[in-house]
């Protein structure tokens, strides 16, 4: 089975601070068909998981562009430039080129 | 809009068996393969369980492999799990999302397994 492994567990921020949250596979996501998927996904308090990211880079529908995503094979990075409060949650990375699994997530903290 | 709406948690004893449904409306569903994933209290997300759009295939995750069985009905729009044995690991908020990417989620449905 694939393991996507995230760091930091815990990230506390500033507004306005831009941050980073890695996310390493243990097998390259690279699909055959050309594809790696790659997926960035937050879950705010209380609420459901929402998709950010896909294919590695491509924003999602609605997602404001201070989320970026990147990376190839194995190592992925989300970054958000100027974290705002509404961005407080955790964020879990997510394979599904061989079967799906999610990485053990990172909690953003405010300060 | 897309819409997934899940229902059919509740609190069970051990061993006992429940069936879950998630209603999709706002895509064409039987064009999607369906996802259940799950987490537990406090905890990460887990995948659980995947059907292609024609139920031709069924896959699922080796903690719930003998014991959770996937199906669907694309002519009513809705997804089920079946969920027998259960166990108190097996205490979570259960969700279903579509496609591979799992762009839309439900708002979960909880189930507790406690004697």
């Known amino acids: 089975d694939v393991v996507l492994t995230q760091t930091p567990s815990i990230l506390?921020?500033?507004?306005?601070?831009?941050?980073?949250?890695?996310?390493?596979?243990?097998q390259s996501l690279l699909d055959s068909d050309g594809n790696t998927y790659l997926y960035w996904f937050l879950q705010r308090p209380g609420q459901s998981p929402q998709r950010l990211i896909y294919l590695v880079s491509n924003l999602g529908s609605g997602v404001p562009?201070?989320?970026?995503?990147?990376?190839?094979?194995?190592?992925?990075?989300?970054?958000?430039?100027?974290?705002?409060?509404?961005?407080?949650?955790?964020?879990?990375?997510?394979q599904a080129t061989h079967a799906l699994t999610f990485g053990s997530g990172t909690k953003l903290e405010i300060k | 809009?897309?819409?997934?709406?899940?229902?059919?948690?509740?609190?069970?004893?051990?061993?006992?068996?429940?069936?879950?449904s998630c209603v999709a409306s706002g895509f064409t569903f039987s064009s999607y393969g369906m996802h259940w994933i799950r987490q537990a209290p406090k905890k990460g997300l887990e995948w659980i369980a995947l059907i292609y759009y024609d139920s031709s295939n069924k896959y699922y995750a080796d903690?719930?492999?003998?014991?959770?069985?996937?199906?669907r009905d694309n002519s009513k729009n809705t997804l089920y799990l079946e969920m027998n044995s259960l166990r108190s690991e097996d205490t979570a908020m259960y969700y279903c999302a579509p496609g591979r990417g799992l762009a839309y989620w439900g708002q979960g449905t909880l189930v507790t397994v406690s004697s």
């Open chain 1, 12 to 26: 506390s921020a500033t507004i306005g601070q831009s941050v980073s949250i890695s996310c390493r596979s243990s």
């Open chain 1, 65 to 94: 562009n201070r989320f970026s995503g990147s990376g190839s094979g194995t190592d992925f990075t989300l970054k958000i430039s100027g974290v705002e409060a509404e961005d407080l949650g955790v964020y879990y990375c997510m």
């Open chain 2, 1 to 20: 809009e897309v819409q997934l709406v899940e229902s059919g948690g509740g609190l069970v004893k051990p061993g006992s068996s429940l069936k879950l």
């Open chain 2, 63 to 71: 903690s719930v492999k003998g014991r959770f069985t996937i199906s």
